[in-house]
Structure formats: structure tokens, C-alpha cells
């Protein structure tokens, strides 16, 4: 085992193959430790680590403080609805601040592509970046890979189908990433509308046909549709919508095999996916919020011990 | 870089039954007590003394657990490389139990002190004790000795201890190495 080749996590494009097996192999330990009775290692106990959240979020910002918390960081949240962006600040200025009150890391999420990159280039601090608009998200394509890992023993020569809006996801670009760096095959799956032009050249398969998606895949990794980011109409009612991509569980009984079926959250219950598919044995929806817990242990582990 | 042997095989083997006689003598039936091999290297001495008491002084049963001390570890950042893990396998509570702590080589006690802190989130143990195979007695930072020793070495800070184990390394020796 060796250390991470990048000292900032800013996205999967930037990691190699080793890396993500270092960082699963690190969070096997963790997720060990976290199924303790006392929950916590003090591994981290002279680090601080800033949560700036400058777009909402609960699941990853729990997932966050909560991996922190479990290393014995020293974490400090701030949320840019109450901050000084408001009064005008700029980012750099922002962070600066935040890291002359001695501050090690900085986990930041952000609706501008790029954010975390221009930060890691701007200011002295390893970045974990925890979304940048519809750019990547590779906490989330991390615990999503390691999920499918340990559901089905491994991530290479699975077939795995991205389900939604393409277009405006994060999960989707470095879920893709990710999957594609491990030797999986992966297909997208929507309305034309909401798949990007040119997402062949990612290397992937693009399919219209829900059913014949799913007979192809072996994990169905379904997404939400991201309102607030939908400027125009993109199709023409939710309801047909979720008659051509919405999953029910008479679709998936229906299916010549079993498959996985995963969703980063928030759910839209009975729009991408129906309660009975979300809540099934064949969900993985709720391990995939406990592996993120023992994946961000691990990045933060594998990041802080390249701080000197 | 020359090396000596400290002890070999047939040495190793008649300290390993010693250590598991000294072992029965304040444990006898074991049924309060588990045995914890320190990762990495303390797990064979820990296997190999369990082997003895059950296979040949006819234990029925002793609770074998694996710790890795490398979260709990005082020199994080302090190193070139990051600190590798090893499997933790501790599948019984320690509340209570007399605990004893297994490793190869006793050097500055820093191991054993994460060792000591890692434990406690198994539970509150009503004691812990320490088995080492090699006690390298003029070279600890910290207040620290063992309960149960194989052998006691006087090497000097330049010099290391290796020991080598036949499921691993293909051979039971201990050899005094010049770094």
C-alpha cells in the first residue's frame, strides 16, 4: 500500500486506478471501525477540517462531519446563506479567512464547475470537493463504486446503467469516471433531452429504452431529476416522465435477472423510482449512505497524512 | 548489511511452549481471558501459542482476536508514507475479560500504548497484560513492560530485530539484522 497520487480530492478524472483501490482498501478498515461499539480513532485529533457549503445539502454534509468526527478532527461548518458572500466577499478572500484561523482541509461544495480546482490552485489547503455544479462529485461515485463492490464482489466487467437527468448530474460525470477507470461498461439511459450530446465520447453506451437497459445491466444506478437546475422544459410532464424512465416494481419482477438498484438520494418517491423498488432486497440505497461514511473516513485519512 | 541469528527454530519453539505454560499457570482454563495479536507480525506468535494451548495442554476453547494500532498510532503525518492498515478481527466484546496483548517484538513501547488506547473500544477489560516473544529492554520511550517474555535482547538502536515465521516467511528464526 502506498499514498493517494493527488493531494487534493477535486475529482475521479484526476485519480488513477491505484488510487481508488487504495482508498477502498483504507475504507474496508474503516467501515470496520465504524461498526464498533466506540465509533471513533484518533488519527486525526490535529487536523481541522472546514465544511463550506455554498448549495444545500444533507446527506453529504453529515456524511462529512460525521467521518471527521469519527477521525477526531477539529471540523468548523459554515453555510454561505449566513456568511459574508452575501456582503460581497470573494471566494478566495472567504477561504483565505477561514484558513488563517489555522485550518488544514477544506471539504467544499459549490454550483460553479471548477470551484474546488480554482480553490486548490488559489489557497493553501488540501480540497476535498464535495460537488461543483453539474462537473463531479467523486465521494459519490466513490461509495457508489464501493457499494457495487461489495454487493457483487467487484466493479470491473459489471454492466452498470446510469438512469435520469444526465445533463445536469454530477454523480452521473464522475460516477462514469469512475465505473470506466475500474473496467466496468457502463450505458446512460434517458430522454434525449437530457443526455448530454457528445457523452459517447466518454466511452459509454447510450440507451432510450428503459426495459432494454435494464436486461442489459447488472446495477441500475438511478437519478433524480434535478429541478432546480432545469432552465427550460426538457420533457413534458413528470408524470410521462415516469411512465418511460420511472422504475415500478412490475418492471423490475419483469426483468430476465435480478439487478442491483442504487440511487445517490434525495429519492423522488414515485418519480424515478417507485417505494417498493426503493425500500426492495434489491436496494442497496441505504449501504450506500453507510459506505459513504467509511469512504470519506478514508479520503480524509489518505489526504491528511500527505499534509506536512 | 550482516545479520546474526538470535534464536532458531528449535529455540523459538521451546520459548513458544514456556510462554504457553506461563500463560496456563495465571489463565488456566481461559475462560475469561482472549488473546489479541497485534498486527501485523504479533498475529503468529498469538496463532502459534493458541495452537500449543489447545492442540497440547488440551484448552478446549480461547478467544483470538487481531488489533491494528495504526489509527491509533502517534507519529501520523510525522513519516515520508501514509500509514497502511491492516484487518482488525475482534468478534467478541473484551468487557471484563482479562486481556492479553501479543506481539513479536517489544522495541520503545509506542505499539503497545496505541495498542492499550485501541482496545478500549472493545470494551473496559477487568485487565491487560503483555506477551512479548523479543523484549528489547534498553530501548523504550515509555514506561511499558511485559508480563510474559521470550527472550530478552540488548541490540542497539542501529540494529533490528527480525523475526521471521514459517506460515510467512518460509522459516522460524529470529536474526539480529545491522541496518
Known amino acids: 500500500m502506498g499514498d493517494l497520487s493527488v493531494n487534493h480530492l477535486l475529482g475521479i478524472k484526476y485519480l488513477k486506478k491505484e488510487d481508488i483501490a487504495l482508498i477502498f482498501e483504507t475504507a474496508d478498515h474503516f467501515k470496520e471501525v465504524i461498526n464498533r461499539s466506540i465509533k471513533k480513532v484518533p488519527s486525526l485529533r490535529d487536523i481541522t477540517i472546514a465544511n463550506i457549503f455554498f448549495e444545500s445539502s444533507t446527506r453529504t454534509k453529515l456524511s462529512f462531519e460525521l467521518a471527521e468526527k469519527r477521525l477526531s478532527a477539529d471540523v468548523i461548518n459554515f453555510a454561505a446563506s449566513q456568511s459574508s458572500v452575501k456582503k460581497g466577499e470573494t471566494l478566495i478572500d472567504t477561504v483565505n479567512n477561514i484558513l488563517s484561523m489555522k485550518v488544514d482541509m477544506v471539504v467544499m461544495r459549490h454550483p460553479n464547475p471548477g470551484a474546488g480546482i480554482f480553490l486548490a490552485k488559489n489557497v493553501k489547503a488540501s480540497i476535498i470537493n464535495a460537488g461543483d455544479g453539474a462537473h463531479e462529485h467523486p465521494t459519490q461515485a466513490l461509495l457508489d463504486s464501493y457499494s457495487i463492490r461489495e454487493k457483487l464482489g467487484g466493479v470491473g466487467g459489471k454492466n452498470v446503467v446510469i438512469v435520469g437527468d444526465i445533463l445536469h448530474s454530477r454523480v452521473a460525470l464522475s460516477n462514469i469516471f469512475a465505473l470506466k477507470l475500474q473496467g466496468a461498461n457502463v450505458k446512460v439511459c434517458g430522454p434525449r433531452t437530457l443526455l448530454p450530446k457528445y457523452v459517447e465520447t466518454l466511452g459509454v453506451g447510450v440507451e432510450t429504452n428503459l426495459r432494454k437497459a435494464l436486461n442489459w445491466c447488472d446495477v441500475a444506478n438511478m437519478l433524480r431529476i434535478q429541478n432546480e437546475r432545469l432552465d427550460i422544459s426538457y420533457f413534458p410532464t413528470t408524470r410521462e416522465y415516469t411512465q418511460q424512465f420511472g422504475v415500478n416494481k412490475a418492471l423490475l419482477d419483469s426483468l430476465d435477472k435480478e439487478i442491483v438498484i442504487m440511487h445517490p438520494g434525495p429519492i423522488n418517491r414515485g418519480v424515478e423510482i417507485t417505494s417498493d423498488v426503493a425500500d426492495s432486497q434489491q436496494s442497496i440505497i441505504l449501504n450506500q449512505v453507510e459506505n459513504g461514511v467509511a469512504i470519506r473516513m478514508a479520503v480524509i485519512y489518505l489526504l491528511a497524512s500527505k499534509i506536512k | ?179
Open chain 2, 1 to 179: 548489511m550482516g545479520q546474526k541469528v538470535l534464536l532458531s527454530s528449535k529455540e523459538i519453539n521451546i520459548i513458544l511452549h514456556r510462554l504457553a505454560c506461563q500463560l496456563l499457570e495465571s489463565h488456566l482454563d481461559f475462560k475469561d481471558t482472549v488473546l489479541i495479536g497485534l498486527q501485523p507480525r504479533g498475529i503468529y506468535v498469538a496463532q502459534r501459542l493458541k495452537k500449543i494451548l489447545v492442540e497440547e495442554y488440551g484448552v478446549k476453547h480461547i478467544a483470538l482476536g487481531f488489533l491494528d494500532i495504526t489509527f491509533y498510532r502517534d507519529d501520523f503525518r510525522r513519516g515520508d508514507k501514509t500509514l497502511a492498515a491492516t484487518q482488525t478481527k475482534i468478534d467478541f466484546l473484551v468487557e471484563d475479560k482479562k486481556v492479553v496483548l501479543i506481539d513479536d517484538v517489544l522495541y520503545t513501547g509506542r505499539s503497545i500504548r496505541a495498542a492499550l488506547t485501541a482496545i478500549q473500544s472493545f470494551g473496559r477489560p477487568s485487565e491487560i497484560e503483555l506477551l512479548t516473544l523479543i523484549d528489547r529492554r534498553f530501548s523504550r520511550h515509555l514506561p511499558i513492560q511485559p508480563n510474559y517474555r521470550g527472550r530478552q535482547v540488548d541490540a542497539i538502536n542501529n540494529e533490528k530485530v527480525k523475526v521471521m515465521w514459517k506460515e510467512n516467511d518460509g522459516e522460524d528464526t529470529v536474526y539480529l539484522v545491522d541496518r
